[in-house]
Antibody, heavy 120, light 109 residues
Framework: EVRLVESGGGLVQPGGSLRLSCAVS????????MDWVRQVPGKGLEWVGR??????????DYAAFVKGRFTVSRDDSQKSLFLQMNSLKSEDTAMYYC???????????WGQGTLVTVSS | SVLTQPPSASGTPGQRVSISCSGS????????VYWFQQFSGSAPKLLIY???QRPSGVPERFSGSKSGTSGSLAISGLRSEDEAHYYC???????????FGGGTKVTVL
């Protein structure tokens, strides 16, 4: 069974940092791209960024709003995905989901999400 | 949102409901359309991929299509359990980002 479990969310002050993790099981993690998608409570889905697999040099892509503040990384040996978030703003308050990607059908498995609240 | 969806759609049980998703030549026009279903308090679930393909376990009453820079999701034989939010998505190859629609709330009357 494919499982993705996010952790690391919580309350952080504006300007602060947070590192989200996503532990996966049930598939060969190293073969897939992995994405982060966020959702402001009561609003729509917004793609954050992705890391490709080793075959593609673990290259990354980011949404424009990230602007160098967020970094997606992975540890294939630990089957884990990470999202380092710095210079957090109130508008970054959202549920953050890790999502499996990179092979058909793409974006096919989602974690349950971890809630990040940026507030003083 | 980059992709445009109607905010709401509704129908009675058994009816057919259709949801549109309008994009551009850089996203839907040059790649596939994907659809996700999300129930309140739950994570999104992939419903349709590559315009019209259903992952295993998705009922046949859900179907997708694409024409030019627009995609469409149809739910035939609407059921009460189909009441949820539905989001379209596509890869934008110019921006190298995934783009989503704003979501459509489907209500079963």
């Amino acid at each position: 069974e494919v499982r993705l479990v996010e952790s690391g969310g919580g309350l952080v002050q504006p300007g602060g940092s947070l590192r989200l993790s996503c532990a996966v099981s049930g598939f060969t993690f190293s073969d897939y791209y992995m994405d982060w998608v966020r959702q402001v409570p009561g609003k729509g889905l917004e793609w954050v960024g992705r890391t490709r697999d080793k075959l593609n040099s673990y290259s990354t892509d980011y949404a424009a709003f990230v602007k160098g503040r967020f970094t997606v990384s992975r540890d294939d040996s630990q089957k884990s995905l990470f999202l380092q978030m710095n210079s957090l703003k109130s508008e970054d308050t959202a549920m953050y989901y890790c999502v499996r990607s990179g092979k058909v059908p793409w974006l096919d498995y989602w974690g349950q999400g971890t809630l990040v609240t940026v507030s003083s | 949102s980059v992709l445009t969806q109607p905010p709401s759609a509704s129908g009675t049980p058994g009816q057919r409901v259709s949801i549109s998703c309008s994009g551009s030549s850089s996203d839907i026009g040059s790649d596939y359309v994907y659809w996700f279903q999300q129930f309140s308090g739950s994570a999104p679930k992939l419903l349709i991929y590559r315009n019209n393909q259903r992952p295993s376990g998705v009922p046949e009453r859900f179907s997708g299509s694409k024409s030019g820079t627009s995609g469409s999701l149809a739910i035939s034989g609407l059921r009460s359990e189909d009441e949820a939010h539905y989001y379209c998505a596509a890869w934008n190859d110019r921006l190298t980002v995934w783009v989503f629609g704003g979501g459509t709330k489907v209500t079963v009357l």
